[in-house]
């Protein structure tokens, strides 16, 4: 038996969930001009049903969001995955 993220964190991974997502990421200082234009190709092309029929069949549910709504999901899976660590005591070698 192994537990459960939240039972072998106790009360402080209290509703704990873990998802796996998928995201383009450009390198820093890339002009927002070029950071939009992509999202926007990038939104045209998730919306046809054909992208969309391909994602399904691969077990991913089809999605997007603006540039900044990505930055702050990032934001958040960083805070949540720093706690787990933490939690956990992991140390790195």
Same mark, same amino acid.
């Given at each position: ?7 072998? *964190? ?16 450009? &390198? ?20 046809? &049903? ?13 999605? *997007? ?6 930055? %702050? ?6 805070? %949540? ?13």
């Amino acid at each position: 038996d192994v537990p459960t993220v939240e039972q072998a *964190g106790g009360p402080t991974l209290k509703g704990y969930e873990a998802s796996s997502w998928f995201g383009l990421l450009a &390198p820093a200082g890339t002009p927002p001009d070029i950071v939009n234009r992509i999202q926007q190709e990038v939104a045209k092309s998730l919306a046809t &049903p054909a992208m969309k029929e391909r994602l399904v069949a691969q077990g991913a549910i089809p999605g *997007g969001n603006t540039p900044a709504d990505f930055a %702050k999901h990032i934001d958040n899976e960083h805070k %949540k995955w720093a706690q787990v660590v933490k939690t956990s005591g992991a140390k790195v070698d």
